[in-house]
């Protein structure tokens, strides 16, 4: 059975710093593009970064550029979000999920995905 767990979520005060973690069981992620998705209450799910199955290229969302940097580590089958500089904005359930292509993580459209952890950021 595929599953992706996320952790590493929490309360945090706005200026802090938390770093989530996907852990992957049940199947290889090595050759797919995996990434973070976000969603807050009332609102629809969210694209917030990407990266490529050898690490090289990253992709954000305009909303957390230069905030938060994704990376993977294929041996241990994880992905990372480190987020800095939180904001109450960023306030919502993170998902990590996984596709064959980097399209398909921005569409929201991911074949795999966690069950998400919670991001609270106060103010």
């Known amino acids: 059975q595929v599953q992706l767990v996320e952790s590493g979520g929490g309360l945090v005060q706005a200026g802090g710093s938390l770093r989530l973690s996907c852990a992957a069981s049940?199947?290889?992620?090595?050759?797919?593009?995996m990434g973070w998705a976000r969603q807050a209450p009332g609102k629809e799910r969210e694209f917030v970064a990407a990266?490529?199955?050898?690490?090289?290229?990253?992709y954000y969302a305009d909303s957390v550029k230069g905030r938060f940097t994704i990376s993977r580590d294929n041996a241990k089958n994880t992905v990372y979000l480190q987020m800095n500089s939180l904001k109450p904005e960023d306030t919502a359930v993170y998902y990590c999920?996984?596709?064959?292509?980097?399209?398909?993580?921005?569409?929201?459209?991911?074949?795999?995905w966690g069950q998400g952890t919670q991001v609270t950021v106060s103010s």
């Open positions: 999920n996984a596709a064959a292509r980097i399209a398909t993580i921005q569409a929201i459209q991911s074949d795999y």
């Open positions: 049940g199947r290889t992620f090595g050759s797919d593009a």
């Open positions: 990266v490529t199955w050898s690490g090289l290229s990253t």
